[in-house]
């Protein structure tokens, strides 16, 4: 009988070419398996078939029919990127809000990322240091019931905003407190508004729409706007940026480039 | 593979790992339909496709696994990635995977003609189409289906289609082996291209 803690004995090359297939094709027993890969280096022939087969395997892969994922999913990856660490080691000392805040691409194992999000947050607000390059049109609120709204993250709301036009570029995410008026929206990999252009936040509630305020981009397409309302944000139920003149505030008149819907 | 796209894909994936988003937005316009298309033939869903799909590059992105220019092309290596991480999928949701009637009729509706004039690589992903679609008796392509595409061992695949074990492995051997014998052949005796 053999015993799982020592390799069998390797096999012959004809022995091994027989198990080859089922080896390729994740088949094997555990005991099969471990006779190929003690068997292999001593048998070129059984290595040739087993490339064989993983270029068959390859093939198979590629030639199935071909269909189109929905056309938010790129917009969603990116947002997953953004989540993603960084292999390096992230510094310990405070630093500024990245242009691609770290938010996991799914709603599951949010807290956590939420969390190190608000964190920064705070300290942003609090130096004002990025935030006074970055951010556009901050509202005559103090910094602190700003940092305070968004540090409380047992009722953070979020919601996406996707490209609006399909093949659109770009994407974004609006955070908010469940009750609070202020929020936050960051947005990334824009294309330039056009000349003499910004990009203006808008939020919906039935037929009113408010200006939330102007979000600069810089040269990436990366930005981000801390906004105050006059109404609680819980109470608007779609978002949006367009292009268009930096004081043409009053409606929107450019296309909608990022859309999302705020959940009820 | 043309060294142009070698070296294409190759600059690709090295401004991948240096973390330019840029680089993950080409390889999703690039690879993003071949790879949901794997993920959908598997799992069947457009859902968890998408999510394999997002989960299949969110790996390449955190470096958890490397490619090798010289064991195949930065398209399969992809494939593989998520067709690992499909079937991964597919035993964690424990679905019931649809015996695929049809899956071979359906491969052979996404195949289009033979092709007069080709690059080697489109070559090879239709010609393991045509055999598989004309070549191998339906019996052991059916199986091959199961096993490679729903990831399923011999006992799984005996209790779903009620075959006997033993003429499930037989099979399976049989059909791989004479799915080889057909490739080679194929490779070495490719029709003249016009």
């Known amino acids: 009988m053999t015993s799982p803690d020592f390799p069998p004995p390797a096999a012959d090359c004809t022995d091994l070419l027989e198990l080859i297939p089922d080896y390729a094709f994740g088949l094997a027993t555990d005991d099969e398996q471990r006779t190929v890969e003690a068997g292999l280096p001593g048998c070129p022939e059984a290595a040739d078939q087993l490339a064989e087969f993983q270029a068959i395997q390859a093939a198979l892969r590629a030639g199935i029919p071909q269909r189109d994922p929905s056309a938010d999913l790129e917009a969603r990856l990116l947002v997953a990127i953004g989540a993603a660490p960084a292999p390096r080691s992230v510094p310990t000392q405070a630093r500024p809000l990245p242009s691609r805040p770290a938010l996991p691409g799914r709603i599951t194992g949010a807290r956590t990322a939420w969390a190190a999000l608000a964190a920064a947050l705070i300290v942003l607000v609090a130096t004002n240091l990025y935030w006074a390059a970055r951010v556009s049109s901050l509202s005559a609120a103090p910094n602190q019931p700003a940092a305070f709204a968004i540090a409380d993250t047992a009722a953070v709301r979020w919601a996406r905003m996707p490209p609006a036009q399909p093949g659109g570029s770009g994407a974004g995410?609006?955070?908010?407190?469940?009750?609070?008026?202020?929020?936050?929206?960051?947005?990334?990999?824009?294309?330039?508004?056009?000349?003499?252009?910004?990009?203006?936040?808008?939020?919906?509630?039935?037929?009113?729409?408010?200006?939330?305020?102007?979000?600069?981009?810089?040269?990436?397409?990366?930005?981000?706007?801390?906004?105050?309302?006059?109404?609680?944000?819980?109470?608007?139920?779609?978002?949006?940026?367009?292009?268009?003149?930096?004081?043409?505030?009053?409606a929107p008149s450019g296309p909608q480039i990022l859309a999302g819907k705020l959940p009820l | 593979m043309p060294a142009s796209q070698s070296a294409e894909d190759i600059d690709l994936m090295r401004r991948v790992a240096a973390r330019d988003q840029g680089a993950m937005r080409t390889m999703y316009q690039r690879y993003a339909r071949p790879i949901y298309s794997l993920a959908y033939h598997i799992l069947q869903n457009d859902t968890l496709a998408e999510e394999v799909t997002q989960d299949a590059l969110l790996k390449v992105w955190e470096h958890k696994t490397a490619w090798d220019p010289a064991k195949g092309t930065l398209k399969s290596w992809l494939l593989g990635i998520t067709h690992f991480t499909a079937i991964d999928r597919l035993r964690s949701e424990h679905r019931q995977p649809a015996l695929h009637g049809t899956s071979?009729?359906?491969?052979?509706?996404?195949?289009?003609?033979?092709?007069?004039?080709?690059?080697?690589?489109?070559?090879?992903?239709?010609?393991?189409?045509?055999l598989l679609l004309s070549q191998l008796p339906e019996e052991q392509a059916s199986l091959i289906q199961l096993a490679f595409f729903q990831g399923m061992s011999h006992s799984q695949i005996a209790a779903s289609t009620r075959l006997p074990l033993g003429t499930v492995k037989t099979r399976l051997r049989s059909g791989l082996q004479r799915l080889r014998e057909l490739w080679l052949e194929s490779i070495q005796n490719p029709p003249p291209a016009t």
């Open chain 1, 173 to 250: 995410f609006m955070m908010w407190n469940a009750t609070s008026q202020t929020g936050i929206v960051c947005v990334w990999g824009l294309p330039a508004p056009g000349p003499g252009a910004v990009y203006h936040l808008w939020l919906t509630r039935g037929d009113q729409i408010i200006a939330a305020g102007n979000v600069q981009t810089d040269g990436r397409g990366n930005g981000a706007l801390i906004f105050e309302l006059k109404a609680p944000i819980d109470s608007f139920s779609a978002a949006y940026l367009t292009a268009q003149p930096p004081n043409d505030s009053a």
């Open chain 2, 104 to 130: 071979i009729e359906e491969m052979d509706e996404g195949a289009g003609p033979l092709p007069r004039s080709h690059s080697d690589g489109f070559w090879q992903d239709q010609i393991a189409l045509r």
